[in-house]
C-alpha cells in the first residue's frame, strides 16, 4: 500500500450494486478490486438471472451474491417491456436487496457501505433503511450526467425549442448531441424516466463517484463538485493495462457473453502491425438491418482488415454471404476479450459505439476511434471523442440517419492513413498517459479513491 493510504478498519465491508449490464458490472468491479486492494473486503451484487449463466474468473478477489430482480429464469428479455423490468426490479429487487443485507450481518459479514448505480435509486432507501453510508457510482460521463441533472431540475425544459445547449463546464452542444433520450424527447420513456430519476435522491447520498479521471471533464467536474462529496476514480480497466499496482488483474472477471480469444488471438497474431479494424457494438446496442449492411460494405470497401464483434442475437443483420466473401479479410465473433484485442500491435483503429467503457478502453490503450454512435449517450461521447478530446472521427451519418458504406470507408482510411488520423493518434497518445498517471499513486483519481476510503473506511 502507498504512504497516502489510509488505515481501514479491519472488517470494513462493502456492497456492490450495478444495474444488470456488462458495461456497468465491470467499472464496479475494478473499482471493488481497487477496494479490496487498499484493504476493504467487497462483495458484487448481480441480479439471480446473470448469475446462473454469467462467466467467473476463480481468481477474482471479490465475493459475488444475487438478489432476484422479478425475473429470475430470463432477466431482462423475460420482461414484458423496459418499463415492467424497472418497476418489477425495484419491487422485487428492493426486499430482495434487504434480505442479503440482513442475511451478511447474521453470518458475520455485515455491510458498511452500499456503492449503487443510480440507475437503480431505490437502492439507497434500502441503504438508508440499514444505516450504512450510500454512495452512487455513475457509469456514464460526468457531462452527460449534468445534462440529465438540468433535464432533472427543469432547467433544461424539454422537448427543446432551441438548436444549441449552454451548460456549466460544458462546451456548446447542439441538440443532435445531446443524449438521445433528451434530444428524441419521449423515444425511450422508461430509459428516459430513469437516467432523470438518478437524481431524485441524490442529494442524500454520502458520496458521488464517477468512472473517469479528472483531467478527461475538468470543468464539468469541478462544476459538479459543488452538488455532491464526488470523486472521479477511474479509468477502471484492469491494473494490468494501467498502473499495474494490483496483482494478476488482467481480466474484469465478470464475463456476460463467451468471448471466443483464442480465435481471435490467433488470426491478430497473423497480421501486420497497425494494419487491422476492431469493429464492435457493446453489449446491448442493437442495429438496424440497413446499418449492419452499410458497415459490412463500408470494411469490404476499406480493404483493410476486419475484427467485427457481432453478437449471435445481431447475427441474422449481416448480409448473406458476407462472412464468406470478406474470409480473406475479416473474422466475426460473437464476443471477444475487448481488451486482449485492442492492445494488440495488429489493432490500428476502433469502429466503435462509443458506449463509455469501450471509450475509456481505447483512450487507456491509445487506440484512435471511427466513432458510430447509435443512441443514448453514446451521441455525446462521440462528440467529445471526435471534438473534445480528439481522439477520433465520427463517421456521417446521412439524412435519415444512417451512416453509410462511403462515410465508414472514408473514416476508416482516414484514421489508418490520413493527416488527421496521425494528429489523432498523438493525442490518442497523450491521453494514454494521462489516463495511467490519473490512476498511478498519487494522481488525481488515486487521490480521490484514498479520500473516499479514509472519509467512509478509516478508524
Ligand atoms: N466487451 C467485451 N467484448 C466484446 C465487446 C465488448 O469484453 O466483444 C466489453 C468492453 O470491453 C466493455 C463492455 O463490454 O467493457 C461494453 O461496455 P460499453 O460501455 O462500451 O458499452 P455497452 O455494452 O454498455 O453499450
Not at 477496494?35 to 478477489?61: E, R
Not at 444549441?164 to 447542439?174: A, F, T, W
Request: with cysteine; aromatic share 10%.
Amino acid at each position: 500500500m502507498g504512504e497516502t493510504d489510509p488505515k481501514i478498519a479491519s472488517n470494513a465491508h462493502v456492497l456492490i450494486l450495478p444495474y444488470t449490464a456488462q458495461g456497468h458490472i465491470n467499472p464496479m468491479l475494478q473499482f471493488a478490486k481497487r477496494l479490496v486492494s487498499k484493504g476493504l473486503k467487497a462483495t458484487l451484487v448481480t441480479s439471480t438471472f446473470i448469475s446462473k449463466s454469467m462467466l467467473v474468473d476463480p481468481n477474482t478477489p471479490i465475493d459475488i451474491q444475487s438478489i432476484s430482480d422479478g425475473f429470475d429464469e430470463g432477466g431482462f428479455a423475460q420482461a414484458e417491456s423496459s418499463e415492467d423490468y424497472l418497476a418489477t426490479f425495484q419491487k422485487v429487487g428492493s426486499p430482495s436487496l434487504a434480505t442479503l443485507m440482513k442475511k451478511l450481518g447474521e453470518i458475520g459479514r455485515p455491510v458498511h457501505a452500499l456503492i449503487y448505480d443510480p440507475f437503480l435509486p431505490w437502492a439507497l432507501d434500502v441503504a438508508k433503511q440499514f444505516g450504512v453510508a450510500g454512495v452512487a457510482f455513475f457509469t456514464q460521463s460526468c457531462a452527460v450526467n449534468s445534462i440529465y441533472y438540468h433535464v432533472h431540475k427543469g432547467l433544461l425544459q424539454l422537448p427543446l425549442s432551441v438548436s444549441n445547449v449552454s451548460l456549466p463546464g460544458l462546451p456548446e452542444l447542439q441538440v443532435s448531441e445531446l443524449p438521445s433520450y433528451v434530444s428524441l424527447y419521449g423515444s425511450y420513456p422508461a430509459f428516459f424516466d430513469m437516467v432523470v430519476n438518478q437524481f431524485s435522491n441524490l442529494d442524500l447520498v454520502d458520496w458521488v463517484l464517477f468512472d473517469d479521471f479528472y483531467e478527461l471533464e475538468t470543468e464539468v467536474v469541478d462544476w459538479m463538485s459543488k452538488l455532491w462529496k464526488l470523486g472521479t476514480i477511474g479509468p477502471t480497466l484492469p491494473s494490468m493495462y494501467l498502473d499495474k499496482r494490483l496483482e494478476d488483474d488482467k481480466d474484469y472477471g465478470v464475463n456476460l457473453f463467451k468471448p471466443d480469444t483464442g480465435t481471435c488471438m490467433s488470426w491478430l497474431d497473423g497480421k501486420p502491425k497497425v494494419s487491422v479494424v476492431y469493429v464492435s457494438f457493446g453489449s446491448m446496442a442493437e442495429l438496424d438491418v440497413e446499418q449492419t449492411r452499410e458497415i459490412a460494405w463500408g470494411l469490404k470497401r476499406s480493404r483493410c482488415y476486419f475484427l467485427w464483434v457481432v453478437r449471435e442475437s445481431e447475427e441474422a443483420k449481416l448480409p448473406t454471404k458476407f462472412m464468406e466473401e470478406t474470409s480473406e479479410k475479416g473474422l466475426v465473433v460473437r464476443w471477444c476479450s475487448q481488451l486482449e484485442v485492442l492492445s494488440h500491435e495488429s489493432v490500428g483503429c476502433f469502429l466503435t459505439h462509443c458506449g463509455l467503457n469501450s471509450v475509456m478502453e481505447a483512450m487507456c490503450l491509445g487506440i484512435p476511434m471511427v466513432a458510430v454512435p447509435q443512441w443514448t449517450d453514446q451521441i455525446t461521447n462521440a462528440k467529445f471523442v471526435e471534438d473534445i478530446w480528439e481522439v477520433g472521427i465520427k463517421a456521417q451519418p446521412d439524412e435519415k440517419g444512417i451512416v453509410k458504406s462511403q462515410a465508414i470507408e472514408l473514416s476508416i482510411k482516414e484514421i489508418m492513413g490520413g493527416e488527421k488520423g496521425k494528429e489523432i493518434k498523438k493525442n490518442a497518445n497523450k491521453w494514454k498517459n494521462l489516463a495511467r498517471e490519473a490512476i498511478d499513486e498519487g494522481g488525481s483519481s488515486d487521490k480521490h479513491i484514498n479520500q473516499f476510503v479514509a472519509d467512509l473506511f478509516a478508524k
